[in-house]
């Protein structure tokens, strides 16, 4: 699973994990790795979001037509209304009952530039919250530790590790040495099996420093550096490999600034040891450049599944594939898309791309195969949007999926797609839509919205 990232200064935007760290001691732990952050009890905090028929600040058509979205949304039970999408939150699932709410503003009293808190979805109540100071890359459940990870001005980035119940802090770890924060620096995270996370952080050298870290004690299990070019550090669990790569799934791949014979490509290293196992593509022709982001891994086959444009200095040269990828790094299979601008993810038994024209195309995951195509989804097909935002697998061969400002139903055996809720019908677009046990939270332009979910 990966933290989710983001909230740059901010906590915007997308759960993922979090960033590389190294163990440096006991007093340096105690008086100087989370000094920026402040810890609040639901005490602090009180009501997060409101009982449905109460919320304030929402227009009243907007809750009529919330309280009459079709299954599964069932009662509109609790939400907020937010003054803009910048103070809106990104909201992602902790257990059963209780998710977070993460944004730079609008949660908490208090000058923060990144606040979280964990609240109760049924009734809105806060169990605990905390307040970030300085530059935050995003956050997330892991097990029963909730972990941020943030970089106060010209610091070491650092880690910090919450019980998820009560809030406490039970660890903070500075990661590696002080150093000059630059604009948006490169830091990214996954968590792998048995609880450890792995992290990216920026290299003095160039490149990243990746390292394997137990959370709650921060003993780096392996460091490893690797070479590094593009805009991002995406760290990807694939099982028997973590993959380094430069795009997020909310990145929009083009050629403009690379130049013949350029690769951003993927970085595979050996889970247990950080050991090299593998780069992707091997070899690449020097009229080529190439671009590639992973759209999904299955942890158990040690797979990748990545998107890959290639072109050769023209426009009209510009070509997108799909390819999986496995543990040794070997390409199972290939199929080119129709078209350069694509989106693509992973749903379950299939990977989806969404291109335009075909609207949704479904490829078997084991050899990519064509399943299913759909020529229409929307009015303005290009829009389709399958792996950016928060969308929700309802178990039952469907999924809710955001959709240019709409949400859909999507039947994953057919790519047959029913609107559930439109932008013109809520008089405010659809962000993304999360799942909490029994309860489905939809993130709109004017706010949070939790309802109970209904077969």
């Known amino acids: 699973m990966m933290i989710r990232r983001h909230w740059k200064p901010l906590l915007a935007v997308a759960v993922v994990l979090l960033a590389a760290l190294v163990y440096v001691g006991q007093d340096r732990w105690r008086h100087r790795c989370g000094a920026g952050v402040e810890t609040l009890d639901a005490g602090d905090i009180g009501q997060v979001l409101q ?24 009662s509109l039970v609790a939400g907020r209304a937010f003054e803009g999408s910048m103070s809106r939150p ?23 530039d990144g606040q979280v808190v964990l609240t109760d979805v049924a009734t809105g109540a ?9 530059y935050g890359a995003g956050g997330g459940p892991v097990g029963d530790l909730f972990l941020t990870l943030g970089i106060p001005a010209d610091r070491a980035p650092q880690l910090a590790a919450y019980d998820v119940g009560s809030g406490e802090r039970v660890a903070c770890t500075e990661i590696g040495e002080d150093a000059e924060t630059g604009f948006d620096p490169a830091l990214g995270s996954t968590s792998v099996a048995g609880g450890d996370v792995v992290v990216a952080r920026e290299d003095p050298e160039g490149g990243l420093a990746l390292s394997r870290l137990d959370p709650r004690s921060g003993e780096e299990r392996w460091r490893r550096a ?4 593009g805009p991002q550090a995406v760290l990807d669990d694939a099982g028997p490999v973590v993959v380094s790569s430069a795009y997020g799934r909310s990145d929009l791949l083009g050629g403009a600034n690379l130049q013949p014979g350029q690769v951003v490509g993927l970085t595979a290293l050996d889970t247990e040891s950080g050991e090299p196992a593998w780069t992707w593509p091997s070899a690449v022709p020097k009229s080529h450049a190439v671009q590639a982001e992973v759209v999904g891994t299955d942890t158990e086959a040690g797979r990748v599944y990545a998107l890959v444009r290639t072109w050769s200095g023209e426009p009209s040269s510009a070509r997108a594939r799909v390819v999986a990828i496995d543990a040794d790094g ?3 299979w290939s199929r080119g898309l129709p078209g350069d601008h694509c989106d693509a993810a992973l749903w379950g038994e299939l990977v989806v791309t969404a ?26 097909p290009h829009t389709i949007d399958v792996s950016g935002r928060p969308a929700v697998d309802l178990g039952d061969g469907t999924r809710l999926q955001p959709a240019a400002d709409d949400l859909y139903r999507i039947d994953t055996t057919t790519g047959r797609a029913t609107a559930v809720a439109t932008e013109a019908d809520l008089r405010t677009y659809v962000a993304g839509v999360e799942t909490v046990g029994e309860h489905l939270v939809l993130s709109t332009a004017s706010g949070v919205f939790v309802f109970e979910r209904e077969e």
Do not use: Q
């Open 330 to 332: 070997e390409e199972v």
């Open 90 to 112: 990104s909201v992602g699932a902790v257990d059963a009952d209780t998710a977070y709410l993460a944004s730079g503003s609008g949660l908490l009293d208090g000058e923060y």
């Open 126 to 134: 806060a169990r605990w919250g905390v307040g970030v100071r300085e």
């Open 51 to 74: 009982p449905g028929a109460a919320i304030s600040g929402a227009d009243p058509a907007l809750l009529g037509a919330l309280e009459a979205l079709p299954a599964p949304f069932g």
């Open 355 to 380: 291109c335009g024209r075909p609207a949704l195309a479904g490829l078997d995951v084991a050899t990519g195969a064509p399943r299913w195509t759909t020529r229409r989804v929307l009015d303005h």
């Open 226 to 229: 690797v070479e590094h070019r």
